[in-house]
């Protein structure tokens, strides 16, 4: 019994829950896209499937390898925080995140999934870089779109906090809990940000490591709330102070 | 001779559905578990004949699985083959206490292997 104990923490405590983001990670999180591409495409060239399924796995491969850019794309920013300049701005996260949702859709909707944006009466302001946080609630929705449950929907909202001074964007799956002993690592992780923040064990954590970098070069932070159901991934960031034209 | 059925354990849908669709051309029946939890369910209510078994799935990974399947008489019985990205770095002789029979590379593998070692487990 023992030996089958050490074999587990060996293997997913020592390479995936220790690590720092690396090379490694990097190629762990691209090697999943591209092994399902890959075979996707040998079932192709093989033949001997109906007009419809090729259409359907064609539409895979295309979607999929869309994730495995925008991770590689972020990896790349990711890099060049340090010598580049960020504008930050008065931003309307309502539009940004329907704008998200809506450049999401096609790919929530091949995995029988929905993104949708819990709507405000009154729209916040919130001080940010566009694509630095367009490409943090694209990270938490595409983490989302994974863990949730099949047919159930992903919703991204927006609150103020500490008297408006903060806002936070959260955006929520419906999915498998997380077990108290991955809720106390996670927590643990990111009481001691910056450094790799694991979302679930399927992940190296390197997207939501990227996504503490950017946050963190805005300013703001990132966290996660446990429930019953499932998760919010949320970006903490400032209010802006200036009045909404809306 | 009635259809074997195998439980496939992934939380890649659609890797999941191309294995599904391979073992299926072959005769076998499927049945496709997003992860650990589901998958106790469903190996009550299937009964496979034979699991294959992602490592890092959502929620609970592939060994607390395992672990829970080697608690029982019948359930230890099932063969389990792994397919994972992390087959480099996994040895059979490890996981064979676990009920593990195969290791497929998720990286190499063609779809077709499936079909091979779960014909290969139940000889």
């Known amino acids: 019994m023992s ?21 490694v990670a990097a190629a762990h999180e691209l090697k999943s896209p ?6 996707l495409s040998l079932l192709l060239e093989a033949g001997d499937i109906t007009p419809d399924e090729q259409a359907r796995m064609l539409r895979q491969i295309s979607l999929t390898s869309e ?30 995140c329907i704008d ?17 944006v819990v709507s405000r009466k009154h729209p916040l302001l919130l001080v940010a870089n566009r694509d630095l946080l367009r490409r943090i609630i694209t990270n938490f929705s595409d983490n989302a779109l ?13 609150r103020a906090l500490q008297k408006g001074e903060i806002i936070r964007l959260g955006v929520r799956d419906y999915g498998p809990a997380l077990s ?14 910056p450094q790799t923040v694991h979302a ?11 996504a503490s970098q950017f946050a963190d070069a805005m300013k703001g932070t990132i966290g996660v709330t446990r429930h019953r159901d499932g998760a919010t991934f949320y970006v903490d960031l400032h209010a802006s102070r200036q009045l909404p034209l809306l | 001779m009635s259809k074997k059925t195998v439980l496939i354990v992934d939380d890649d849908a659609w890797l999941a559905e191309l294995y599904a669709r391979v073992l299926q051309k072959a005769g076998y029946i499927t049945h496709v578990s997003p992860h650990a939890i589901d998958a106790m ?18 929620g609970n990974t592939a060994f607390t699985l395992l672990h829970e399947l080697q608690s029982y008489g019948d359930t230890g019985a099932i063969p389990v083959i792994l397919c994972t990205n992390l087959a480099a770095d996994i040895s059979l002789d490890d996981v064979k206490p676990y009920g593990v029979k195969r290791i497929l590379d998720k990286s190499v593998m063609v779809p077709e292997d499936t079909v091979a070692a779960v014909r290969s487990v139940l000889l």
């Open chain 1, 3 to 23: 030996s089958k104990r050490g074999t587990h923490e060996q293997l997913v405590g020592g390479m995936l829950y220790d690590g720092i983001p690396s090379l």
């Open chain 1, 34 to 39: 591209l092994a399902l591409v890959r075979q």
């Open chain 1, 67 to 96: 994730r495995a850019l925008r991770l590689t794309s972020d990896l790349t920013r990711a890099t060049r925080l340090d010598d580049a300049m960020f504008a930050l701005e008065p931003i309307n996260p309502q539009q940004l």
């Open chain 1, 100 to 116: 998200i949702a809506h450049e999401l859709a096609p790919l929530f909707a091949a995995h029988g999934r929905r993104l949708s």
């Open chain 1, 146 to 158: 994974h863990y949730a449950e099949a047919d159930s929907a992903v919703e991204i909202q927006i």
């Open chain 1, 180 to 193: 108290s002993d991955m809720w106390r690592s996670l927590k643990s992780k990111l009481a001691t940000a």
């Open chain 1, 200 to 210: 679930r064990p399927q992940s190296s954590g390197l997207g939501l490591y990227i």
């Open chain 2, 41 to 58: 369910s469903a190996i009550d209510d299937v009964h496979p004949d034979v699991i294959i078994l992602d490592v890092l799935l959502t």
